[in-house]
């Protein structure tokens, strides 16, 4: 399967807690995106990066969201000391910078519940 | 702010007649525009996508129409068939591919057989 892929699909945690959600994109891809889904809404985008430069970050929801892309293939996305409004599908999209069509390929998101 | 509305919910179209999906955007600056469809438990995927340099564009079953003086898109599925039920969303970019897109609501369509 070379679409993109994410880890953990579902995980449940407690509040105060970690956690850490991985994405690996399509291999050449160079554009990566985390996007997080609430009930009833759509995607809301959260930050993107090109390679391995994180290009926009003001989006995410507070200083407890950091994402990384150390060498520009996977992406991690951690959340601090949860709070139960963390609750949410945690979506995953990547591309290619230059592309005609802007067109991103979604994974099958990571589900967060918070107890 | 919202900046892509879709103002229907759901909707509900009987088997082979036409479902007809609106969107409207208020930033007059987005000049790319397309529709992914979702399925329960994954990701959305693409469907079609339209420029603001043409205002019609087909694939097979499905035409997205765009009206820029109003800032209104619409996407019409004709026949629609029952794997067509899914969580229809509009987006919009600034520039293709080079700004993240800014997604509506959604739509939850239901084809009834």
């Known amino acids: 399967d070379t679409g993109v892929s994410q880890d953990p699909r579902h995980k449940i945690t407690k509040r105060g807690q970690n956690v850490t959600f991985r994405c690996d994109p399509i291999?050449?891809?160079?554009?990566l995106y985390w996007y997080r889904q609430t009930l009833g809404q759509g995607p809301e985008f959260l930050t993107y990066f090109q390679n391995e430069a994180q290009l926009e970050k003001s989006r995410l929801l507070s200083d407890r969201f950091s994402a990384e892309r150390p060498k520009g293939s996977f992406s991690t996305l951690e959340i601090q000391r949860t709070e139960q409004g963390d609750s949410a599908m945690y979506l995953c999209a990547s591309s290619l910078a230059g592309g005609q069509t802007g067109e991103l390929f979604f994974g099958e998101g990571s589900r967060l519940t918070v107890l | 702010d919202q900046q892509v509305k879709q103002n229907s919910p759901s909707l509900s179209v009987q088997e082979g007649r036409i479902s007809i999906l609106n969107c409207d955007y208020t930033?007059?600056?987005?000049?790319?525009f397309l529709w992914y469809k979702k399925y329960p438990a994954e990701g959305p995927t693409f469907l079609i996508s339209?420029?603001?340099?043409?205002d019609k564009n087909e694939d097979g079953r499905f035409t997205v129409f765009l009206n820029k003086s109003a800032k209104h898109l619409s996407l019409h599925i004709v026949p629609s068939q029952p794997g067509d039920s899914a969580v229809y969303f509009c987006a919009a970019s600034v520039y293709p591919g080079n700004t993240p897109l800014v997604f509506g609501k959604g739509t939850r369509l239901s084809v009834i057989a």
């Open positions: 339209i420029s603001s340099i043409k």
């Open positions: 930033n007059s600056m987005f000049d790319y």
């Open positions: 291999s050449e891809h160079n554009r």
